[in-house]
């Protein structure tokens, strides 16, 4: 039975939302940690950060540290960690599934995330049928990162899609408080790092349980 779309452009982030990697990403920050013999920090500040730029997030991690200095020691290793083939974060179940029906009922589907675009890549590579489903990506090294809403900006202006059209679909307050700072729709899912009563306050329209759930969501909207 056909509907009326209500958006036509999906937003998605990845950590948190497509990906189930929080536990993963906090436990290779908690190991540099130990190997670079950084100053401790629990396990909740470093899952707090996740959806921000790396170098955002070391800044709130470590105030008042030489950030630029900070990352080179930690990019140079992860570059050698690489080397041990670490295994990249599994999607949610169902998450893929979602996507290609998506697909299939004619939404365009792109990526707004905190990652790298190295990190982004791999997690392509690791995951193909979702790189092939994607028109369009932005990661937070090749422009601003969230909250500024800069990388939504580019996906609108890329794709020639109005704000009203599209919906950012993201785990926490960071990519809800991007969505609303130019009136763009927002779903939460509650799956990633921040709770629920985050991403309301944030402004999210709607809270899911996942990604699963957004196409029956979405088919109500447009009933």
Do not use: K, Y
């Given at each position: 039975m056909a509907y009326d779309k209500p958006y036509q452009l999906l937003i998605f982030d990845w950590d948190g939302t497509l990906a189930n990697s929080a536990a993963q990403i906090v436990s290779a920050m908690q190991q540099a940690i130990v190997d670079l013999e950084l100053p401790p920090r629990p396990d909740h500040a470093i899952s707090e950060l996740i959806g921000?730029?790396?170098d955002e997030g070391l800044a709130l991690l470590y105030p008042g540290a030489?950030?630029?200095?900070?990352?080179?020691r930690i990019y140079h290793y992860r570059a050698q960690a690489m080397t041990?083939?670490?295994?990249?974060?599994?999607?949610?179940n169902g998450a893929l599934e979602t996507l290609e029906a998506l697909a299939r009922e004619a939404y365009w589907l792109t990526v707004a995330t905190g990652k790298s675009r190295p990190s982004l890549?791999?997690?392509?590579?690791?995951?193909?049928?979702?790189?092939?489903?994607m028109l369009a990506s932005r990661t937070a090294d090749e422009t601003a990162s969230k909250p500024?809403?800069?990388?939504?900006?580019?996906?609108?202006?890329?794709?020639?899609?109005?704000?009203?059209?599209?919906?950012?679909?993201?785990d926490t307050e960071f990519d809800v408080h991007m969505a609303r700072a130019i009136g763009m729709d927002a779903v939460g899912v509650t799956c990633g790092v921040h709770a629920p009563a985050?991403?309301?306050?944030?402004?999210?329209r709607?809270?899911?349980?996942?990604?699963?759930?957004?196409?029956?969501w979405l088919r109500d909207q447009g009933s």
């Open positions: 921000l730029g790396f030489d950030i630029p200095a900070l990352m080179r041990e083939g670490p295994t990249e974060a599994p999607l949610f890549q791999r997690s392509f590579a690791q995951h193909p049928g979702v790189r092939d489903l500024n809403p800069l990388m939504l900006r580019e996906l609108l202006d890329e794709l020639q899609v109005p704000v009203e059209r599209a919906l950012m679909i993201g985050r991403l309301t306050a944030a402004g999210a709607a809270l899911l349980p996942d990604v699963s759930a957004l196409a029956a």
